[in-house]
């Protein structure tokens, strides 16, 4: 056994890595993933007690990355419930830092109460817009100057309204944060919440758009970090982990 948290961290990354090279378990996750798609398994969570939209093996690899970049702002566009929101500053909060922000063009009433009603309101913003309106994209680029920033993409998962976003976006991504471009499997299994009809689907989807992102100027200083994917294993962002490198 390991003698420090070090030398465990370093075998399980190699554990990772050696997992990700056979085959039989990828084959066995992507039919796995059918089911849990199937069964309306991202629906089943909630974080105190508000619903989190989010997969368990995601949330653990983003606490792991909040925990390890501690950012000052953490963007989220596409709130829902508020789960997420509170999930996120739940983490700040035993850092000692930092301020959740929370877009969303229509914030239900319920949303409202959720986080009003919670301790932790004071490290959440809740602001009502589309999240590629110019002028809150002004606010936001001025709030993040010199701060670290960490970006989850959750609302529409169109194509064209994504890879706006990522364009937008991005450039408030510090060096060594992400920008999380979420629900990426829409292209794999159609969608993820089957009790919802929805514009979007394979060809048009928050993976295409994170694909075209990568190819333009300002998605050259990203990365698809593959590892904390990996370590995920079941992921609704697969390829949507964006890591900024320079």
Not at 14 to 23: I, K
Not at 42 to 57: D, H, N, Y
Not at 196 to 217: C, H, I, V, Y
Request: charged share 20%.
């Amino acid at each position: 056994m390991p003698d420090t948290i070090k030398e465990y961290l370093l075998e399980r990354n190699e554990q990772t890595r050696e997992a990700s090279r056979t085959p039989d378990l990828e084959v066995a996750t992507h039919h796995f993933m059918e089911h849990l798609v199937k069964a309306n398994y991202i629906k089943r969570f909630t974080w105190a007690g508000v619903p989190i939209i989010q997969m368990p093996t995601d949330l653990m690899i983003i606490q792991e990355i909040i925990w390890e970049i501690k950012p000052d702002i953490i963007i989220e566009t596409g709130v829902a419930w508020g789960g997420s929101l509170l999930f996120y500053a739940s983490i700040l909060n035993g850092i000692g830092n930092g301020e959740v922000i929370g877009i969303d063009i229509d914030i239900r009433g319920h949303t409202y109460d959720a986080i009003r009603t919670n301790p932790l309101r004071s490290r959440i913003c809740l602001i009502e817009s589309d999240s590629t309106d110019q002028q809150l994209i002004a606010t936001l680029t001025n709030d993040c100057l010199n701060k670290k920033v960490l970006i989850l993409l959750d609302s529409n998962h169109q194509h064209s309204h994504v890879i706006q976003e990522l364009i937008l976006y991005a450039p408030l991504v510090s060096v060594g944060s992400y920008i999380i471009v979420n629900d990426t499997a829409i292209e794999f299994y159609h969608h993820l919440d089957k009790a919802q009809d929805r514009p979007w689907g394979k060809g048009n989807s928050p993976w295409t758009a994170g694909q075209e992102f990568l190819k333009t100027e300002m998605g050259q200083n990203f990365v698809i970090d593959s590892e904390v994917e990996q370590r995920a294993l079941i992921t609704a962002a697969p390829g949507g982990w964006l890591r900024r490198i320079k």
